[in-house]
Nanobody
Framework: QVTLVESGGGLVQAGGSLRLSCATS????????MGWFRQAPGKERQFVAA????????YYADSVKVRFTISRDNSKNTVYLEMNSLKPEDTAVYYC???????????????WGQGTQVTVSS
């Protein structure tokens, strides 16, 4: 069983930045692809970004392209989501998900973290 632990969420004003981290209990190189998803109150879970095991390939939702950057450090077993120019509509619980396939489809990910709250005030 792989454990994922997200951190870095919080309250920020619109236009601000946050960096989320996802630490894994297993070597990220062995896990494969990793992704970030988010869920706002009353809404369905939404794909945000994903990265292949080597970091060479990334996918982004159109709503976050240019503003968000996903990266991974396999030596630290950690995946990051750098979020800039945050908007109130980015407010949600952000979840980290792990492997094996690089995809935007949440159901394809095998492991999930507990989530971290991101709140963007206007």
């Amino acid at each position: 069983q792989v454990t994922l632990v997200e951190s870095g969420g919080g309250l920020v004003q619109a236009g601000g930045s946050l960096r989320l981290s996802c630490a894994t209990s297993e070597r990220t190189r062995n896990i494969g692809a990793m992704g970030w998803f988010r869920q706002a109150p009353g809404k369905e879970r939404q794909f945000v970004a994903a990265i292949g095991w080597s970091g060479s390939f990334t996918y982004y939702a159109d709503s976050v392209k240019v503003r968000f950057t996903i990266s991974r450090d396999n030596s630290k077993n950690t995946v990051y989501l750098e979020m800039n120019s945050l908007k109130p509509e980015d407010t949600a619980v952000y979840y980290c998900a792990a492997g094996p396939e690089l995809t935007v489809v949440g159901s394809a990910y095998r492991y999930w973290g507990q989530g971290t709250q991101v709140t963007v005030s206007s």
